[in-house]
Antibody, heavy 114, light 108 residues
């Protein structure tokens, strides 16, 4: 059974950088796209971007200037970096497998506050 | 980007009744890339349907998806108590991938 376990800091100050990592167990990174999605009361579910095992990325244009995805095939994990965080970036962040996502991480509540 | 409009915003029904949820896209979506999710409080979304009409693994057959082009529907044939939740549609055929704002299915 594939499982996604994510971790990272949940409380940030404005202008700081968000770093989240998602490790995949019970399966390999394989042929899939690996996604990051966030959810906030104000904006609903928002797709951030995706990466595959070759390191090819696809970002949401609304975040493209501030986001970077990376992947570590040896550790079976992938990561999200979001720069210059503001209060508007406060949300629950999820990692997930695929564009139509059949497996999700547990979510990380990220709060940006001074 | 493709905007997905879900209706109704809230649907109040009783267990045993039939639920019909709508998702309308601002431009045509390939049926291969239309998904439906269920989300309960404090949980990640759960994939119900992909490819517009294929049930995901372990999803009961009371859930069915249909539609094409810009109009898609999720039908729950007979509501069980555990079905009361928020439902989202998503398109992942055109980047950026987008979600609807959801339909809240509540107990009447």
């Amino acid at each position: 059974q594939v499982q996604l376990q994510q971790w990272g800091a949940g409380l940030l100050k404005p202008s700081e950088t968000l770093s989240l990592t998602c490790v995949v167990s019970g399966g390999s990174l394989g042929i899939y796209q690996w996604s990051w999605i966030r959810q906030s009361p104000g904006k609903g579910l928002e797709w951030i971007g995706e990466i595959n095992r070759s390191g090819n990325t696809n970002y949401n244009p609304s975040l493209k200037t501030r986001v970077s995805l990376s992947i570590d095939t040896a550790q079976n994990q992938f990561s999200l970096t979001l720069y210059s965080m503001t209060a508007a970036d406060s949300a629950v962040y999820y990692c997930a497998r695929g564009g139509g996502s059949d497996y999700w991480g547990q979510g990380t509540l990220v709060t940006v506050s001074s | 980007e493709i905007v997905l409009t879900q209706s109704p915003g809230t649907l109040s029904l009783s267990p045993g009744e039939r639920a019909t949820l709508s998702c309308r896209a601002s431009q045509s979506v390939s049926i291969s890339y239309l998904a439906w999710y269920q989300q309960k409080p404090g949980q990640a979304p759960r994939l119900l349907v992909y490819g517009a009409s294929s049930r995901a693994t372990g999803i009961p057959d009371r859930f069915s998806g249909s539609g094409s082009g810009t109009d898609f529907t999720l039908t729950i044939s007979r509501l069980e108590p555990e079905d009361f939740a928020i439902y989202y549609c998503q398109q992942f055929g055109t980047s950026p991938y987008t979600f609807g704002l959801g339909t809240k299915l509540e107990i009447k």
